[in-house]
């Protein structure tokens, strides 16, 4: 047996110790693995439980009623947290619910400062997000500003004092929904079928991520792809995004109603877009997007609607937004249609075939403060327009170019449009600014109108508009038409009046409109060139034809008015101007009718002035003054008797006949020529008040070298009649005119040289040369003092004095079978005629006058004297009195020098024949000149009375 105490065992003491060794490793092992089993709760169950604890306490110290908190589940070694599904709400609100929220870490890299989120799943979530009427949004009843209040109180690291770094290698959305309501009710619902995110790293900020989106709101497909560098220096972004089923009514639903009853119809948008965000805060980026329309058809309350086959609207350009918040875009546009119309709710219909617009060199900057400045070229072509309802019409092609447009508003509110940049072809002026061009255009209401080509050249246009409502606009443009015709509506039973012309040229400006208040005013000069000018007159339908209607015609029409200004303000009007219109080869052809003769007049040229011609209009009253002038030479014109059987090339033939030579269609028909005629009224005023018309002015007219044939009854011939010179001048007229009243004062007077009037005789054996009727005055001149007219209702009265002057009289008769022939001569006749009344009532005329005589070298012989002859000094009547009661009185009659002569038998023939200077009296002198009578007195006079 071994001894526990004795010290004679050696061995036995050295292994002692190992009892206590192994004691303490096993309570070290037992601690240390406690510590771990603890680290490793504290890892692997207490952060799900506190997470748990924490949103629970959370949520419910903000009100918010939440479901499925305990889904929450950490895995730290891992790196994983998922939650779901959760529904939550605010008060009564709708609930709201995450089906899953699942994000996976690296946990390597939070070593080394970085959080990157390896996967992110986000599946099935339904929220409601809500505006009330003061703008405050919520979700599901949370009040969005409840939560930013609890986030606010922890305050985040200012990014540049944080070192640690950001990313997501891939995040993935499945199956959300958002709906947003806002405060007038509408609601966008947003459903994203899915959402993926690649590849973003804070400290990769040059290595792009990638981003794709499928979803819809309202409906509305939307898909976007493309790929980010959100956390590079520069931030820039490139994505294509298409957006299909694009319908009025989805877009209703956020809006609210939009005026439409039904729509029908497809959009589609589609496009790129590039942007690039500057360190500074510059954000640039492009933008090429296009917009497809197909199948429209919509119609808006109250009548108007509009459908559309199909249709684009494509942009393509660079926009930049600067730190200050200014805009910038540079690109183009363009807008295209196919088979579109559309109506209006009066009931104006419009329609096309196809149209572009096109707007190019785009140049748009929005300071941001309130300033505007856009330039662009634009060009539209539309094909096939057409318009309907009030008005009617169509054109095969309508273009309209400007090459440079420029828009400005400043920041006081004015805005300015300019027009600038050439168009330059053989057709057109050197340069213009902009121009509009319509190919075959017909209207067929108001008014009928067809051309086969109007166009407007624009040369210059500027327009301001400023902040108080002040507007100018100045413009210089050129409109042109060519082969066009135009006729207004006409009455039953009537033909239209129409006018045709085969070019017109109309330069207008330089002219300003402006306008301000109520106010509008035009000023600047407007021209007019006109080929080939035909206007047809109104007319019984059955003389409707080519060749029977009353026409005005013209070879060309030049108007220059380089004055003309126009005021127009509330209640009234203002027009001043002068100018002229010059005619070439005008025309104006009457057709034969029942009771009317075809006529026809033509001249070489006319013109008409204005004279400073003013127009004033203040509501029902009107003011005329100013000078008109008419002239026009080289006239030519005939006409056809009653009698007369003219053929239809007859009628429509146009007389052209030089200054002095005339042409007659028909042998029974009249011809005239004037070498010039003119009209003036110079100066004139007109003015219109109520139920007053007064007339004040004075009035004249010029004629030179008349020449005319006139036919004359059944089986005679015609007169030819000559007129050297005919003046009438009606001066210091003034007249009013009343409904029941009319009153006129004035003078007149005329003056004519050269008249002369012959007509042949029947043909008759042996019959002197030359035998045919003459009646010459070699001059004429009347000159009252005064002449007044004054009409009532039914009575008619007239007052006046005047003076009369004829020289050289001169008369001849022809012989004939009943008469010999006769001249009669007077050098000088002047009567003064004191008094003129004249008064008409009803059919009841009542008339006197009264007047002096005198007479100087009267002659008169019958066959060149050989049958008998009278000559005369002079003859002097005095104060000579004639009335309508067939009374005549004369006061005194004096005769000087009269010397007589008559045959035996033509003194006895003519007693006692019915004819007083019968055959038989002829037939004797034409025999043998027999002895007669002979008479000499000195002087004669008888006084103190005489009547019959």
Known sequence: MTSVTGSSSPPASRKAPARPLRRRLLIIATILAGIVGLIALLLLVAPRHIARFVADRYLAGMQIDVEGVKTIDIDLLKGEFSMGPVTFRGGSADAGSIGLLGVELSLRDLFEKQALLRRVVVRDVDVAVRQDVDGELSINGIALRQILAEEAKDEPVPPSQSSWGTGVDDLRVRDAHVTFTNRKGGTARLSLEHLDLHGF??????????????????????????????????????????????????????????????????????????????????????????LLLANIDAARQGGAGTKLDQGSVTIDGRYAVSTDGAISFNGRGEAKLQQANGKLADGTALSLAAATLSLADVQLTLPGDDTLAVAMRSQLNVEKPSVGGPADGVADQLTLDIPRLA???????????????????????????????????????????????????????????????KMTLATQATLRAGNAEASAPASPGQTPTSVRFAGLEVPVGPMTLSSEGDRLKLAGPVNAAVDRLEL???????????????????????????????????????????GAVDLGRPEVGLPATAGQPRASLNAKSGRLTLDNVQMAKSGPDIRVEGGLTGELTGIAGDWATAQASVSERQVDRRVRAEPGRTTTPSGDGGRLAVDSLRLGLAPIRIGIGGNRLTLAGNFSTNLAGLKATVPAGPKEAPWDVALTQLQIAFSGLDGELLPLLTTGVGKLNVSAAGFAAEQAAPPLPRAPANNRTRVAVQNLRLAPATLGVRTLSDRTALTGSATAELGGIDIRLPRTDQNPAATAGVRSLRANIGEITADSAGSTLAWSTRMDVL?????????????????LRSLSVGDMRADHRRKMAVERVVLDRLQAFLTRDYLLASATAQKSRPKQAVAAVQAAVQEGWKFQLGSLGMTDGAEI
Do not use: C, M
């Open 536 to 578: 047809a007159l109104s007319s019984p339908a059955e003389q409707g034809s080519a060749s029977g209607s009353r026409r005005v015609s013209a070879e060309t029409v030049n108007l220059s008015l380089p004055k003309l200004g126009v005021e127009i303000a509330p209640g009234g009007i203002n027009v001043d101007g002068s």
């Open 407 to 469: 828009i400005t508003r400043g920041g006081d509110g004015t805005t300015s449009v300019q027009t600038t940049g050439a168009i330059n072809d053989a057709a057109t002026a050197p340069a213009v600014v902009g121009r509009l061009v319509a190919k075959a255009p017909v209207l067929r209401a108001p008014l009928a109108f067809r051309a086969d080509t109007l166009a407007t050249d624009l040369v210059a246009l500027s327009v301001q508009a400023n902040a108080d409502g």
């Open 855 to 871: 007479a100087d070298q009267l002659n008169s012989k019958a066959e060149n004297g050989r049958l008998a002859s009278i000559d």
């Open 201 to 290: 790293r804070s400290w990769e900020p040059e290595q792009p991520g990638t981003f794709v989106l499928s979803g819809g709101v309202n409906g509305i497909d939307v898909n976007i792809h493309g790929t980010a560098r959100p956390f590079a220096e520069k931030i820039t972004a490139n994505a294509e995004f298409g957006i299909d089923g694009i319908a009025i009514t989805s877009i209703e639903e956020y809006t609210g109603p939009l005026g439409f009853d039904s729509t029908k119809g497809t959009l589609t948008l589609s496009g790129q877009t590039a942007l690039s965000l500057f360190p500074e805060g510059r954000l640039e980026g492009t933008a090429d997007s296009t």
